[in-house]
């Protein structure tokens, strides 16, 4: 087994996130027109074996912090992506590796229960499919994730050091039309056809240009600091 790094972010990044976040309460909103079609993931031509991600074996996890003085009223959240798409060239030195991770917003899973009792006591507490429906709402506004004109958030790679047995990742994050960088350490074993890659990273909503939720003068809110996890796996493309 041999290894090397791997992104996301999706991840982040990328990633994302990334990313975002929300509350519990939020007024109805009106009907939104559909968001443009999100771009296949593409990388540019390079020596190397070429992966594509697995969506149903990867996962992107975001942890949001409730905060203010009200903090009770609200939750922390567990939000999942299931649906990366991806690709990934390898080539001899894993440092002059290329990738790019695609995570839909849309279908971002808000507080699944299973996903909740695996975070532990921090997200003890149960989730009404009602408070889910009002994060949602709160991510896709236009101060955060702006689902109605950016459909996914874009993770590529940038610069990759090696870090002992691990390696150290730049993540180039494309959110809603603008780029931001992150940087995390990332554990990726290669095994035949098959690779796989894991590591997490703290981050601020604000570095990545987003508006953290707020509320009631901020007695209600969430925090600017998030956590977001990510194991991805990828299988060799077919020729």
Not at 68 to 79: E, P, R
Not at 151 to 178: C, N, Q, Y
Request: with cysteine; net charge negative; proline share 9%.
């Amino acid at each position: 087994m041999k290894f090397w790094p791997r992104p996301l972010v999706v991840m982040g990044i990328t990633a994302a996130v990334a990313v975002s976040l929300a509350s519990c309460r939020a007024p109805q909103p009106r009907p939104a027109p559909p968001a443009p079609p999100i771009a296949a993931p593409t990388v540019p031509t390079a020596p190397g074996r070429s992966f594509h991600v697995v969506p149903a074996e990867s996962e992107v996890r975001i942890l949001v912090y409730r905060a203010g003085t009200l903090a009770k009223l609200g939750h922390n959240h567990v939000i999942t992506s299931h649906d990366l798409k991806g690709l990934i060239t390898l080539p001899e030195d894993p440092t002059q590796a290329s990738f790019e991770i695609v995570m839909p917003v849309a279908t971002l899973a808000i507080d699944e229960p299973g996903k909740r009792t695996e975070e532990g006591a921090d997200f003890s507490a149960p989730v009404s499919d009602t408070a889910r429906d009002g994060t949602r709402r709160n991510m896709m506004k236009p101060e955060v994730l702006d689902g109605e004109h950016y459909p996914a958030v874009t993770v590529r790679s940038g610069k990759i050091t090696r870090a002992g047995d691990d390696f150290e990742v730049l993540f180039e994050v494309e959110l809603r039309g603008e780029r931001h960088e992150l940087k995390a350490p990332v554990h990726f074993a290669l095994e035949a056809d098959r690779l796989a890659a894991r590591g997490e990273l703290t981050f601020r909503q604000t570095d990545l240009g987003l508006t953290p939720f707020t509320a009631a003068l901020g007695a209600l809110a969430i925090e600017d600091e998030v956590r977001l996890k990510f194991d991805i796996h990828a299988a060799l493309s077919a020729l």
